[in-house]
């Protein structure tokens, strides 16, 4: 194969494992890494991608700007599912091939958002802060059984997430642009509208597929949620307004929020300050298993992309 340069442009690689590194060697690929520990900055990518062939990416953007300064690109391969930060109809025009990770993220992600529902029905982190600061205080939690649970975007994440729930005697109230009627019979879930779920859900989870790329709910769909909706959103961050979100606690429609991502990250705002409120690093995917399959999966779809 023809010797190929490749910029590995997602902040963390290969910490875990070397076998992408020694794959791209084998292969008669030359790559330069991202050793900032952080997502890259837009002049960055240019500066380190000029005369690259492939990239190895993570969240940071490629924008139109980007890719017209990318001028020998013809493949990238992100490590993960959402291709949001890729300006899709640019790369379709110019024949950039884009690749994900989407099978490999399904389980780690629906662990996550089970955790976090758990973790708010029962209270569990304003208990620990509580005991760590030596205060004896209990506080009466809720069960999940029988709970109304809605699930906007019912992709291969979604469904997992469905069928986990299920195991606990709920009601899931499914919601998406794209229908699975087949699987939902066999599963005995139901689709409804949007407005049926934010009306009738005591626990909201997001897990939008990449045709949603719109906000979701806004200030007027909260004032229309019960009082004292749990909210998790493992998806997207653009998908719910941060001053709607805390509207929703301020009001009490929203008795606790989850967040694994954020608008703008690193995140340091306001919902930082609610004792009911869990917020993680963008880490859904984050798990020594996952992150090592990730990575192995990018890097063989990169070289497999040269090879067509």
């Not at 002049?43 to 005369?51: F, L, S, V, Y």
């Not at 939690?141 to 029988?146: A, F, W």
């Not at 509208?193 to 859900?201: A, G, H, P, Q, R």
């Amino acid at each position: 194969m023809k010797k190929r340069n490749i910029l590995i442009a997602a902040s963390s690689f290969c910490e875990l494992s070397k076998t992408p590194l020694k794959l791209l060697k084998k292969n008669n690929f030359s790559f330069v890494k991202n050793n900032f520990k952080r997502r890259l900055k837009t002049n960055e990518i240019i500066k380190m991608g000029k005369n690259v062939h492939g990239i190895i990416a993570g969240l940071e953007t490629y924008n139109c700007q980007v890719l017209k300064s990318l001028i020998k690109i013809k493949s990238i391969s992100r490590v993960g599912v959402g291709i949001d930060n890729i300006d899709q109809n640019y790369a379709k025009k110019n024949k950039i091939k884009i690749l994900n990770t989407p099978e490999v993220v399904v389980e780690p992600v629906a662990q996550l958002t089970i955790g976090m529902l758990l973790n708010l029905s029962r209270k569990i982190d304003i208990m620990n802060h509580a005991m760590k600061k030596k205060s004896w205080k209990k506080i009466y939690g809720n069960d999940i059984t029988r709970k109304k649970i809605g699930i906007i975007g019912v992709g291969q994440i979604g469904k997992r997430v469905a069928e986990i729930l299920s195991t606990f005697d709920v009601k899931l109230l499914l919601n998406d642009i794209k229908k699975n009627i087949k699987w939902a019979r066999k599963k005995n879930f139901r689709y409804v509208s949007l407005k049926n779920l934010i009306k009738n859900s005591d626990i909201i989870l997001i897990h939008a597929s990449n045709k949603m790329n719109k906000e979701i709910l806004k200030k007027n769909d909260i004032k229309k949620m019960k009082k004292g909706v749990i909210l998790i959103n493992c998806s997207r961050g653009k998908l719910i307004d941060e001053k709607t979100l805390e509207y929703g606690l301020k009001s009490k429609k929203i008795s606790g929020l989850g967040l694994d991502v954020f608008n703008k990250e690193p995140y340091s705002g306001n919902l930082s300050k609610y004792n009911n409120v869990i917020l993680t690093p963008h880490i859904a995917t984050f798990t020594k298993e996952t992150r090592m399959q990730m990575e192995l999966e990018a890097t063989k779809n990169l070289i497999k992309s040269f090879k067509k």
